[in-house]
């Protein structure tokens, strides 16, 4: 578990495959995290962004109304973690701000999402 969350984080899953979002649900629920979400677009997720503020997020490349390219640039914006997660080659992405952004390749395992979720949070919580 990561060292920012010595509590329940929250993350927010922004992915609009059933089965995929459900899966991540699992894994992340099986930590003890809350899951904010899964949301299916951009609309929505922004719509969340205006209340709320997850710990971090975990974002579909490619979603129901486009790519997740305006989530991502909200997410910065806010200094909210976030890992891009696609079955897509990076290389896709024409928006800067997906470009830089850490990467989870489809298929993952429950190691993988993790691992890169704690890295994400770790790296975001300012030096002691």
């Not at 609009?16 to 997720?45: C, Y």
């Not at 974002?59 to 305006?70: L, P, R």
């Not at 891009?84 to 992405?93: F, I, R």
Request: aromatic share 6%; charged share 20%.
């Amino acid at each position: 578990m990561s060292q920012a969350c010595q509590t329940t984080c929250h993350v927010m899953v922004l992915e609009d495959e059933i089965i995929v979002s459900s899966l991540i649900e699992m894994i992340l629920q099986d930590q003890g995290w809350s899951v904010d979400g899964p949301f299916r677009t951009n609309r929505v997720a922004l719509a969340y962004l205006e209340k709320e503020r997850p710990d971090a997020a975990l974002i579909d490349f490619n979603i129901a109304d486009g790519t997740s390219a305006a989530t991502a640039s909200r997410l910065l914006e806010l200094g909210i973690p976030f890992i891009v997660v696609s079955g897509y080659p990076k290389s896709m992405a024409r928006s800067e701000v997906l470009r830089v952004a850490p990467w989870l390749d489809k298929p993952f395992s429950e190691d993988a999402v993790l691992r890169c979720l704690s890295q994400a949070l770790d790296k975001a919580q300012p030096a002691a």
